[in-house]
């Protein structure tokens, strides 16, 4: 009977033991550390020599000792950044413990890089944020943290546009085979309003450019204002005349590159010896004409 409970309570105490906890993803162990206040938390996402070492022909040849230097100096570096992301908490009084992860993106921002951009976006007190961004690498379903481009924006919580997040869809949805087609109905729907010179129509469909930084790459223009008005009228006037000796529309493959106001969705034209390239840029759920460039005659 004795044994009979000895081995009833050692069973009870295995049921009851708490389960293992799951090893938190590279965007979830980020904000911990903010949490905890503890860098040590990102340790196990830092580049390792033999992950140095897989990259190949993507990165600088060096030799071993080489190599354990570069990953001092790099980590040495990264600590760093994440240090001015802490201060941007406490001079901004923000109270680690009510950050909330919600979601990451991860894309590449240069086509020609084989290193990601990853954006995280992270609720606090009800409000959405997306002024976290890393560089990154997914290697056998694992993200290593490479670097911290601009820590100074972290947590500083100005912008509730979700822009980052925003350009990030965008690159991401360009590599939908359902993507190019949108564009090329896009862009006509551009070219026919230019030549009606439907005003409302197009000017709905461009990215504002102004002293408003709150709006600056982040809204429509408001045909209501006539400053941004001319502003559409002149890019109209752009499309209209670069297009006016077009007798048909050859669309060539939509690009993606990283500037600062964005990631541009390019949609290039040919016509005629000439290339004209729509430049856009994702505000919330829609593509707005942000430049017109053309090449050739």
């Not at 009870?12 to 206040?37: G, I, N, T, W, Y």
């Not at 240090?83 to 590449?108: D, H, I």
């Not at 493959?253 to 106001?261: I, P």
């Amino acid at each position: 009977m004795r044994n009979l409970f000895s081995v009833s309570f050692l069973f009870l105490l295995v049921a009851c033991k708490p389960a293992a906890r799951q090893p938190l993803s590279l965007e979830e162990a980020v904000m911990q550390s903010f949490r905890d206040d503890k860098f040590s938390l990102l340790e196990d996402y830092l580049p390792t020599k033999e992950f140095y070492k897989s990259l190949g022909e993507e990165v600088q040849q060096r030799t071993d000792p080489e190599i354990d230097s570069f990953l001092v100096e790099n980590k040495s570096r990264i600590s760093s950044d994440w240090e001015k992301m802490r201060e941007n908490l406490k001079e901004g009084k923000v109270q680690p413990e009510a950050l909330k992860f919600k979601e990451s993106l991860v894309y590449k921002p240069y086509p020609k890089s084989s290193m990601q951009a990853m954006v995280v976006i992270y609720d606090y007190r009800g409000k959405l944020f997306d002024d976290l961004t890393f560089i990154v690498k997914e290697q056998a379903g694992k993200k290593f943290l490479l670097g911290i481009p601009v820590p100074s924006s972290a947590f500083r919580m100005r912008d509730s546009t979700l822009r980052n997040s925003n350009q990030a869809r965008a690159a991401l949805e360009m590599l939908d085979p359902g993507f190019a087609p949108k564009m090329k109905i896009l862009v006509t729907e551009l070219i026919n309003a230019a030549e009606k010179e439907d005003i409302s129509f197009f000017a709905d469909r461009v990215v504002y450019r102004g002293e408003d930084d709150n709006r600056n790459w982040k809204s429509a223009i408001n045909s209501s204002v006539q400053e941004e008005k001319n502003q559409a009228l002149a890019l109209m006037s752009q499309v209209k005349e670069v297009m006016s000796d077009c007798p048909g529309l050859e669309f060539g493959q939509v690009m993606g590159n990283s500037e600062s106001e964005g990631y541009w969705i390019i949609q290039p034209v040919n016509c005629t010896g000439k290339t004209i390239h729509f430049a856009f840029l994702k505000v919330g759920d829609r593509f707005l004409l942000g430049d017109l460039d053309t090449e050739g005659r």
